[in-house]
């Protein structure tokens, strides 16, 4: 491969009009265009889709994007083709084209056009689609949202499961780029054990977040007014309190409007245009606060959520990162409170208690970990990057004074009890 580095900033500016790589990227694009499988797991927001993206456009060949979301594709298609002179140079292939598309999809593959060429998993699984591909020139084979290879991941998917044996049908050699903001040591396992990648290089960034603040409070009878008098000392600020269920959603957003603060609610249960309408309040600040069930926040990128309280306890420290990661985006101070009481933990199991034994035993596990996180008298944030498989220096570390246990100490608290006793 004849691309130096002068190459990779020319095209990176080219392309994205970015003068710099964000963290590993430069190291993630130059290992791609060396033909070598890669693994690459970076929270949300990290720049991953550029690591595929810049070498597919500097290279011969058409790069496959498997991706779980037709809308996610869309995006990306939709932005590519804005930075190229040529519409044909991304694609998306899915069952919701007319003959006449496919056939302009081809015809753009093989005469090395597209430079990306978006699927989803079960479409990629068609024979029709693996006799044509069989014949065209491919790049590389990138597995985005991996994590939807693994049981343990959040979001399962079993056609991931089938693109190990599709890509070897594809071509010999062809090389292997899995993509995820999943950080948990066994979904990694997982991964590189289904697409058969045990030689891939990998690259992990960190998932410390360092202007994150973690607390976790006993959740009482009267934990509606401990939140509101957390919301009144900060107020002015923009705020998201999850809650478990959709009643307790309405409820709480009801108790916050009687009581003075600027509160919508947003579930699943509201109709579409409620839902938007709720969710541009809280963008634009005419509210403070969204009080939401977990379907709020995909794709949400308002930087200064300067809040992220959970009213009931989430059911994996997976879930938990990714909701408080919503906090702080734009690097000033967020403040993560959870309420927790064990008898959430038993409502869902007893929720949990109607699905297969497996999904059983592996959501079981996933919430004992989450007690444990509620329940530590350690650094919370060496807790969780823990769990993420990652080593933290809770007397050094990049915020390492920012949780409840590190500023005050447990045994200290219980010592001065004694004493007041
Ligand atoms: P991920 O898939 O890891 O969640 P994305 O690929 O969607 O992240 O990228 C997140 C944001 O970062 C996008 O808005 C993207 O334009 C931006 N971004 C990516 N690489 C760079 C870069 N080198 N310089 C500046 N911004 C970047
Ligand atoms: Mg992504």
């Given at each position: 491969?004849?691309?130096?580095?002068?190459?990779?900033?020319?095209?990176?500016?080219?392309?994205?009009?970015?003068?710099?790589?964000?963290?590993?990227?430069?190291?993630v694009v130059k290992n791609i265009v060396q033909?070598?499988?890669?693994?690459?797991?970076?929270?949300?927001?990290?720049?991953?889709?550029?690591?595929?993206?810049?070498?597919?456009?500097?290279?011969?060949?058409?790069?496959?994007?498997?991706?779980?979301?037709?809308?996610?594709?869309?995006?990306?298609?939709?932005?590519?083709?804005?930075?190229?002179?040529?519409?044909?140079?991304?694609?998306?292939?899915?069952?919701?084209?007319?003959?006449?598309?496919?056939?302009?999809?081809?015809?753009?593959?093989?005469?090395?056009?597209?430079?990306?060429?978006?699927?989803?998993?079960?479409?990629?699984?068609?024979?029709?689609?693996?006799?044509?591909?069989?014949?065209?020139?491919?790049?590389?084979?990138?597995?985005?949202?991996?994590?939807?290879i693994s049981e343990w991941g959040h979001d399962?998917?079993?056609?991931?499961?089938?693109?190990?044996?599709?890509?070897?049908?594809?071509?010999?050699?062809?090389?292997?780029?899995?993509?995820?903001?999943?950080?948990?040591?066994?979904?990694?396992?997982?991964?590189?054990?289904?697409?058969?990648?045990?030689?891939?290089?990998?690259?992990?960034?960190?998932?410390?977040?360092?202007?994150?603040?973690?607390?976790?409070?006993?959740?009482?009878?009267?934990?509606?007014?401990?939140?509101?008098?957390?919301?009144?000392?900060?107020?002015?600020?923009?705020?998201?309190?999850?809650?478990?269920?959709?009643?307790?959603?309405?409820?709480?957003?009801?108790?916050?409007?009687?009581?003075?603060?600027?509160?919508?609610?947003?579930?699943?249960?509201?109709?579409?245009?409620?839902?938007?309408?709720?969710?541009?309040?809280?963008?634009?600040?005419?509210?403070?606060?969204?009080?939401?069930?977990?379907?709020?926040?995909?794709?949400?990128?308002?930087?200064?959520?300067?809040?992220?309280?959970?009213?009931?306890?989430?059911?994996?420290?997976?879930?938990?990162?990714?909701?408080?990661?919503?906090?702080?985006?734009?690097?000033?101070?967020?403040?993560?409170?959870?309420?927790?009481?064990?008898?959430?933990?038993?409502?869902?199991?007893?929720?949990?208690?109607?699905?297969?034994?497996?999904?059983?035993?592996?959501?079981?596990?996933?919430?004992?970990?989450?007690?444990?996180?509620?329940?530590?008298?350690?650094?919370?944030?060496?807790?969780?990057?823990?769990?993420?498989?990652?080593?933290?220096?809770?007397?050094?570390?990049?915020?390492?004074?920012?949780?409840?246990?590190?500023?005050?100490?447990?045994?200290?608290?219980?010592?001065?009890?004694?004493?007041?006793?």
């Amino acid at each position: 491969m004849g691309i130096n580095e002068i190459d990779l900033h020319a095209s990176l500016k080219k392309y994205f009009g970015f003068s710099q790589f964000k963290g590993l990227q430069e190291n993630v694009v130059k290992n791609i265009v060396q033909g070598k499988n890669t693994f690459v797991i970076m929270p949300t927001g990290g720049g991953k889709s550029l690591c595929y993206q810049l070498p597919a456009l500097m290279q011969e060949g058409t790069a496959i994007v498997v991706s779980p979301l037709i809308a996610l594709m869309k995006n990306q298609v939709d932005a590519i083709r804005d930075v190229s002179s040529e519409i044909g140079v991304a694609h998306v292939l899915n069952s919701s084209l007319t003959k006449t598309e496919i056939k302009q999809v081809k015809n753009d593959v093989s005469s090395g056009v597209t430079k990306l060429l978006y699927v989803a998993p079960e479409s990629l699984t068609k024979e029709e689609y693996v006799d044509f591909l069989q014949g065209e020139k491919i790049s590389f084979v990138a597995v985005d949202e991996a994590h939807c290879i693994s049981e343990w991941g959040h979001d399962f998917r079993p056609e991931y499961r089938n693109l190990k044996s599709i890509v070897g049908r594809l071509g010999d050699n062809i090389p292997l780029i899995a993509l995820t903001a999943t950080a948990t040591p066994k979904v990694q396992e997982d991964i590189i054990k289904n697409l058969g990648i045990t030689d891939a290089k990998v690259f992990k960034a960190s998932f410390n977040r360092p202007n994150l603040y973690y607390e976790v409070r006993p959740k009482t009878q009267n934990v509606d007014g401990d939140i509101i008098r957390f919301i009144k000392q900060n107020s002015g600020k923009s705020g998201i309190i999850y809650c478990l269920s959709r009643k307790r959603v309405e409820e709480l957003a009801q108790v916050l409007q009687v009581n003075g603060v600027s509160a919508v609610p947003y579930h699943a249960g509201l109709d579409g245009k409620t839902r938007s309408k709720h969710q541009d309040m809280f963008l634009m600040e005419d509210v403070d606060v969204v009080v939401a069930t977990i379907a709020f926040g995909m794709g949400i990128d308002k930087p200064d959520v300067r809040f992220v309280i959970h009213h009931d306890i989430p059911k994996s420290i997976e879930s938990y990162y990714q909701e408080t990661g919503r906090a702080g985006r734009d690097g000033g101070e967020g403040h993560c409170l959870a309420f927790y009481s064990y008898k959430d933990v038993e409502k869902l199991e007893k929720f949990m208690s109607g699905k297969p034994v497996a999904e059983q035993e592996i959501g079981n596990a996933l919430l004992q970990e989450i007690v444990g996180y509620a329940e530590t008298s350690m650094s919370r944030r060496k807790f969780i990057l823990h769990y993420f498989g990652e080593e933290f220096d809770e007397i050094n570390g990049d915020g390492a004074d920012m949780d409840d246990n590190t500023r005050n100490p447990k045994e200290k608290q219980e010592a001065k009890d004694d004493v007041v006793k």
